[in-house]
Every structure is written in C-alpha cells, then in structure tokens.
C-alpha cells in the first residue's frame, strides 16, 4: 500500500516563498515518479512540476516556471517543492502524487497515489 503525505502549506504574502515536502511510503519499486498538482475552487486539478526519480527529468508547466522548483532528497525518498514570487492566483490546495514508470505528461490521469492535499493561500 502506497501512502503519500505532504506538508508545509500556508498562508504568504505575496511574493514571498513558501516550500512544500512529501514522501511516499510503500514504493516497492526505484522506477517511479513522483509530482506536484494543485487545484484551486471551481478548477480542474493542475499538474505544476513533475519528476521522474530514476532520471531526474522534470517537467515543469508555464504558469510556474521560472518561479517553482522541484527537488528530491533521494536518502529520505522526499520530494519538495520550493515556491517563489508568489501570487495570490497561485492559492490552492496542492497536491503531491506518485507512480510507477515515467512520467510523460505531468498529468493527473497518469498519477495513481495521491496525497491528502496542502492548503496554500496568498494574500495580496
């Protein structure tokens, strides 16, 4: 049974950072990948950066490049996203999700394993 649990949602200014952490318990598998989606009210869940863990290709969407970036502490099997120049468009619940295999489109039909979600909130 695969668990995925995330952490480090919050309240933030805008333009300020805020950084994300998730782990993903009962892999059996190292041929994984791992990603970060978000969803905001009346919204379809958003896939914004996702990893695959043997080759550590990332994907990354327009509305956070540049902004957002993806990491992994392989010792710890975490993830973590560390966001920057945040703006209020960016409040959402925010979603980490795992896999098996690659990940080709960062897309949330691909994704099996699924976090409770973090609240994320930028105020203006």
């Known amino acids: 049974q695969v668990q995925v649990v995330e952490s480090g949602g919050g309240l933030v200014q805008a333009g300020g950072s805020l950084r994300l952490s998730c782990t993903a318990y009962?892999?059996?598998?190292?041929?994984?990948?791992m990603g970060w989606f978000r969803q905001a009210p009346g919204n379809e869940r958003e896939g914004l950066s996702c990893?695959?863990?043997?080759?550590?290709?990332?994907y990354y969407a327009d509305s956070v490049k540049g902004r957002f970036t993806i990491s992994r502490d392989n010792a710890k099997n975490t993830l973590y996203l560390q966001m920057s120049s945040l703006k209020p468009e960016d409040t959402a619940k925010y979603y980490c999700?795992?896999?098996?295999?690659?990940?080709?489109?960062?897309?949330?039909?691909?994704?099996?394993?699924w976090g409770q979600g973090t609240q994320v909130t930028v105020s203006s």
């Open positions: 009962g892999l059996t598998y190292d041929d994984y990948s």
């Open positions: 999700a795992a896999k098996y295999g690659p990940s080709w489109y960062c897309a949330e039909y691909e994704y099996n394993y």
């Open positions: 990893i695959t863990w043997t080759t550590g290709v990332t």
